[in-house]
């Protein structure tokens, strides 16, 4: 049979002056032609520009006369803007902030670009042929008439591996006997709430001596070392589809302290060594900190985000395009009913 030729659209993918922008988009197209799926990825960057999504759509038109595809995947909500027009099936990944709504830096509230993007991705979402969302709490944002594959970012354990703490720090020329909390994400982003950690871990420091460090903008593999080395993982973001840094963190078998964000909660209620704090006071995850902290144990994590295998996910994308293509699944199709097994 002749291999399902994919047109992926992309508007955040890896360049060279940043070349560790979503991972896992890069990851799972990767996977996807492991599979012996035909790959073609087709990024740009919107910017809040319409001039940036018309050039991207003439290139789209462009690649399409020029090869034959069977099907188009928008990866994020306003890619798939840029594939509403095309004849052939689209399959659109909602991530978060596209069809939750972008939040501004200075309040924290849904912008009017936010806004109009949400609504624009839920018309999107009726007139694809399929949709994917990465958390089930992100359902309540698409109307109900659209039947919904709930399906995570996976995991590649290949590259996320678990290290002895002191072999892990030696790499990294980190102190062996300091305790160090790690906050993996930008800290210019607002949404990320780095002021929120890092005035947690000012209280902490009035018990308990811990040093914040700042994991972002560095190789991945820089990151897993991280997160092997360091004693805890302080997750603080105001808003997130399914945050693909905790479920490394959880791989890494390393202590996670959060609040109730996205699908953050699901993912650490069998986990013992995390915590979800009960509110976001800086006092409250001060506390949480301190208790993980004292424990010193690391997690069980890894064994709980096996079913996140970028194998099993990659399977799992591919009996979407199957169906969509009129074709029969290869493996067990993703139903609305099965977010709970992951």
């Known amino acids: 049979m002749e291999p399902i030729r994919v047109l992926m659209i992309t508007s955040e993918w890896p360049t060279t002056e940043h070349p560790w922008w979503a991972p896992f988009v890069a990851r799972q197209a990767e996977f996807l032609r492991r ?97 994917i969302i990465v958390s089930e709490h992100m359902r309540k944002n698409i109307p109900r008439s659209v039947k919904l594959n709930v399906l995570p970012s996976g995991l590649d354990f290949d590259s996320v591996v678990c290290l002895p703490k002191l072999e892990a720090r030696e790499r990294l020329g980190l102190p062996p006997d300091e305790r160090l909390i790690l906050f993996a994400g930008d800290p210019s982003l607002e949404r990320k709430r780095h002021r929120l950690a890092d005035e947690a871990v000012k209280i902490l420091n009035k018990t308990l001596t811990a040093r914040l460090i700042i994991g972002w903008n560095v190789p991945h593999s820089t990151i897993i070392l991280l997160m092997n080395a360091c004693d805890v993982l302080l997750f603080t973001s105001s808003e997130e589809g399914s945050p693909n840094v905790v479920k490394e963190a959880l791989a890494c078998n390393m202590p996670i302290v959060s609040v109730a964000i996205a699908d953050v909660p699901f993912r650490l209620r069998d986990v ?50 199957r169906s969509v293509l009129g074709m029969e699944p290869i493996g067990s199709a993703v139903s609305d009913k099965q977010p709970l097994h992951f």
């Open 35 to 131: 599979a012996g799926i035909d790959v073609h990825v087709l990024p740009f960057r919107g910017a809040k520009n319409p001039f940036n999504y018309f050039k991207a759509w003439i290139q789209m038109k462009k690649t399409l006369r020029r090869d034959a595809y069977d099907l188009v995947h928008a990866q994020f909500g306003q890619s798939g803007l840029v594939g509403w027009s095309t004849h052939l099936p689209l399959v659109v990944t909602f991530r978060g902030g596209d069809i939750l709504g972008v939040k501004g830096d200075n309040d924290g509230r849904i912008t009017l670009a936010g806004r109009l993007l949400r609504q624009l991705c839920r018309l999107l979402a009726m007139r694809a042929d399929a949709v």
């Open 272 to 321: 013992v060594g995390c915590e979800i704090c009960a509110d976001e006071r800086p006092e409250t995850i001060a506390a949480s900190v301190e208790r993980v902290l004292r424990s010193g144990q690391r997690t069980n994590g890894r064994e709980a985000v096996q079913n996140l295998d970028e194998n099993l996910i990659t399977a799992k994308v591919i009996d979407i395009y």
